[in-house]
C-alpha cells in the first residue's frame, strides 16, 4: 500500500501543481498606430505669371522706354515739310507700335539744320512735325496721346556743317514723354 500511497501523493502533487495559477500570457502590444500617411504634396506658391511684352514696357520708366527706341525718326528733303514715301513706312510702324502699347505719351519733334534763320527754322521745324503728327492721326493714333514742338536748328544731332551733317538733323524725332493711367 505504501507503494499505492506514494502514487496517489505524487499524483496529487503533480495535480496541484498543474492547477496552480497559471502565469497571465503576456498582454499584446497594442497594435502600431497606423503610420500616417505623408502629406499631400502642396501646390507651389501662387507665382504670377510672366509679364508680357505690354505689362513689362508699362512698368517701365519714361527715361527707360525713350532709350529703347521704340519709334523711329523721319527725316525731311532741305526746305521741305513733306512727308517721303519711306519715312510713311516709317510712320506706319510707329503707330502700329503706338496703336499696342496704348499708354505712350509721344512729343513729336520738329528738327531742321543749321541753315536759315532762327524763325524760319522754328516755323519749318512745327510745320515738320505738324505733318507727321497729322499722319499718325490719320493711321489711328488717339490725337491726345500727342503733341508737337519745334526745335528748328536748336537741338542738332550733328554739328559738322556739310550736307550729311544737315541731312540727319532735318528730321522728327518721337520722344515717349509720358504714360497715360
Not at 497559471?22 to 497594435?31: H, Q, S
Not at 520708366?61 to 519711306?86: N, Q, T, Y
Not at 510702324?93 to 496703336?99: E, P, Q, S, V
Request: proline share 9%; glycine share 6%.
Amino acid at each position: 500500500m505504501r507503494h499505492s500511497t506514494l502514487a496517489v501523493a505524487l499524483a496529487l502533487a503533480v495535480a496541484v501543481a498543474g492547477c496552480g495559477p497559471k502565469p497571465t500570457p503576456a498582454t499584446p502590444a497594442p497594435p502600431a498606430a497606423p503610420e500616417a500617411p505623408p502629406p499631400a504634396p502642396q501646390p507651389p506658391p501662387e507665382q504670377a505669371p510672366p509679364l508680357d511684352e505690354y505689362q513689362q514696357l508699362r512698368q517701365k520708366s519714361i527715361d527707360e522706354l525713350e532709350k529703347m527706341g521704340l519709334l523711329g525718326d523721319i527725316h525731311f528733303d532741305l526746305d521741305r515739310a513733306d512727308l517721303r514715301d519711306g519715312d510713311r513706312a516709317i510712320l506706319s510702324k510707329n503707330a502700329d507700335t503706338l496703336k499696342k502699347f496704348d499708354f505712350l505719351i509721344v512729343t513729336v519733334e520738329g528738327h531742321c539744320d543749321e541753315r536759315g534763320s532762327v524763325e524760319y527754322n522754328l516755323s519749318l521745324g512745327e510745320r515738320r512735325a505738324k505733318a507727321a503728327y497729322d499722319y499718325l492721326v490719320s493711321l489711328g493714333v488717339d490725337a491726345s496721346r500727342l503733341k508737337t514742338v519745334s526745335y528748328g536748328k536748336e537741338v542738332p544731332l550733328c554739328q559738322e556743317s556739310n550736307e550729311d551733317c544737315w541731312a540727319r538733323n532735318r528730321r522728327a524725332h518721337f520722344a515717349v514723354t509720358g504714360k497715360s493711367k
